[in-house]
């Protein structure tokens, strides 16, 4: 049996009411958002014949995904993080600041306080021996190609296991996490190790939902970075490292063709020296 409720005064009497429309205090956009919020989940269980028991299974689905801090997670794989920044660059768009390196997801893993270093820093504490070698070099430039000295990097990266540290306590504090100020003229290079891609874990909330959704929870190998300066627009960036399965599947919709990078295989220094690479190498 299906029944029509929604529409009833009685209904939008009492969604008036617990979005304190009748009452004094409280912030007005917060009752008109959660008046919106309430109406049309109210709509989509009239709509759908929601059942009571389908409702408590979401309660406890969303007690799930807070106790286990995994709102975070889920957030970037429901696409509000990329819509956020859709949103973003159409703002930036419209004000003409274009021509930057694109924007892309934060994620639920970045840790403040990472050690800094000036120029230069090693990332990876030396421990995951199954892991390859990677340099990464750059130069913080604004939008007219003007090198920024002094920039500010901040790295972040999984191991060859998909594990960040901080979420993973096998890991030593801030391994893969750096804060590199670019030299005067902007650059910076930093070693660590090639990540490997990054999966939600197998079972857990977030995991639930994709499943019933029939997706899967992947993401292909990347990067993460922070750029700031004082004056400057921040921006928070990923890069995608070619050839991984996932490049165009992620999970969290955070690719943009402009951040792939294809990776330069060396297999010593003296080799990047006499092909001309960007080093410093050491
Ligand atoms: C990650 O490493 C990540 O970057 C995002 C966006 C979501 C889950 C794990
Ligand atoms: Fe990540």
Redesign the pocket.
């Known amino acids: 049996m299906t029944v029509k409720i929604y529409e009833t005064q009685a209904v939008q009497d009492f969604l008036n009411s617990i979005s304190g429309f009748d009452q004094e205090g409280g912030s007005e956009r917060a009752k008109k958002i959660m008046h919106r919020f309430l109406s049309d989940l109210f709509k989509l269980i009239d709509d759908f014949d929601v059942t009571q028991e389908e409702y408590w299974t979401a309660v406890n689905l969303l007690n799930a995904l807070g106790s286990q801090t995994q709102f975070g ?1 889920l957030s ?1 794989g429901l696409g509000f ?1 990329h819509y956020l920044d859709m949103r973003q660059d159409a703002i930036d768009a419209e004000a003409k600041r274009t021509g930057n390196t694109p924007r892309t ?5 970045y840790v403040a306080g990472a050690p800094e270093a000036e120029g230069f820093a090693r990332l990876d504490d030396g421990s995951d021996l199954d892991a390859e070698t990677m340099w990464l070099t750059g130069q913080v430039r604004d939008i007219d190609g003007t090198p920024i000295p002094g920039a500010k990097v901040e790295i972040w990266h ?1 191991n060859s296991k998909g594990n ?1 540290s901080f979420f993973d306590p096998t890991q030593s504090e801030y391994n893969m996490r750096r804060t590199i100020y670019a030299d005067s003229e902007g650059r910076y290079t930093a070693r660590s190790i090639i990540p490997s891609g ?1 999966g ?1 874990p197998e079972g857990a909330p977030t995991d639930v939902v994709l499943k019933a959704l029939g997706r899967h929870g992947e ?1 292909p190998a ?1 990067i ?1 970075y922070f750029i700031s300066a004082p004056d400057y627009q921040h921006l928070t960036t ?1 890069i995608n490292l070619a050839g991984d399965p996932y490049t165009f599947d992620d999970f ?1 919709f ?1 690719t943009r063709e402009e951040l792939v990078i294809e990776g330069k295989h060396i297999e010593s220094v003296a080799e990047a020296e006499k092909r001309g690479l960007e080093g410093p190498f050491t």
Do not use: M
């Open positions: 997670l970037p993080d997801i934060e994620g639920p893993l999984c960040y990054y939600v993401r990347h993460h990923q969290a955070a």
